[in-house]
């Protein structure tokens, strides 16, 4: 099946340090997600983007909608230690489409 | 509150048996999956069932079978068939018909010993 461009692969930055990832698709979505999962545990969602050009935060995250509708970003401000798991972006073509997932950004963060 | 409950957290498995892991959520969606993740690979779709008794085959169907006798409930049987089952099984559910993403059970990680 059809995968998401997730990057990059890794990150290894330090405390304090902003973070930016993106996922990229040939296809046209019309719902982005960002997820979240740490060790040992299933995907939380963390932001869901519905329209072209949208900007949304949680904290001290921050993900966009691509104006293509082909990409999507999520920004982490002032990374801290628990910020450490693995970020998946997620695109849906409509609300009776499954899920595209990238293959995730593992995060490491130095204290 | 609701959620979606995966049962056991850690399953041991000798070669050659099957094993049945259970997806259990009370969330009244209609829609579950399930995935297998292992390092590098990213979340690669098993089986999904969209109403019950009815599921599909995903990506890596092979060696897996599934049932949906319940809307509550989609176990995943791990059969010796499956030439490597040793990975970190995810359940996620959805209500159809809407974009609000899935939500994820807390896995199962298997092993072959």
């Known amino acids: 099946g059809q995968q998401l461009n997730q990057s990059p692969q890794s990150m290894f930055i330090q405390e304090g340090e902003d973070v930016s990832m993106n996922c990229t698709s040939s296809?046209?979505?019309?719902?982005w997600l960002w997820y979240k999962q740490e060790p040992g545990e299933g995907p939380v969602l963390l932001i869901a983007l519905y329209k072209a050009g949208e900007l949304t935060s949680n904290g001290r995250l921050t993900a966009q909608f691509g104006i293509t509708r082909k990409d999507s970003f999520l920004n982490i401000s002032a990374s801290i230690p628990s910020d450490v798991g693995i970020y998946f972006c997620?695109?849906?073509?409509?609300?009776?489409?499954?899920?595209?997932f990238g293959k995730g950004t593992l995060l490491t963060v130095n204290p | 509150d609701g959620g979606i409950t995966q049962s056991p957290k850690y399953l041991f498995r000798k070669e050659g048996q099957n094993v049945t892991l259970s997806c259990e959520q009370n969330l009244n969606h209609d829609a579950m999956y399930w995935y297998r993740q292992d390092p590098g690979q990213g979340l690669r779709l098993i089986y999904y069932s969209q109403i019950v008794n009815d599921f599909q085959k995903g990506d890596i169907a092979e060696g897996y079978s599934v049932s949906r006798e319940k809307k509550e409930s989609f176990p995943l049987t791990v059969t010796s068939a499956q030439k490597n089952p040793t990975a970190f099984y995810l359940c996620?559910?959805?209500?159809?018909?809407?974009?609000?993403?899935?939500?994820f059970g807390s896995g199962t990680r298997l092993t072959v010993v």
């Open positions: 296809s046209i979505f019309n719902t």
């Open positions: 996620a559910s959805c209500r159809t018909g809407t974009n609000y993403g899935y939500t």
């Open positions: 997620a695109g849906q073509r409509g609300s009776n489409y499954k899920l595209t």
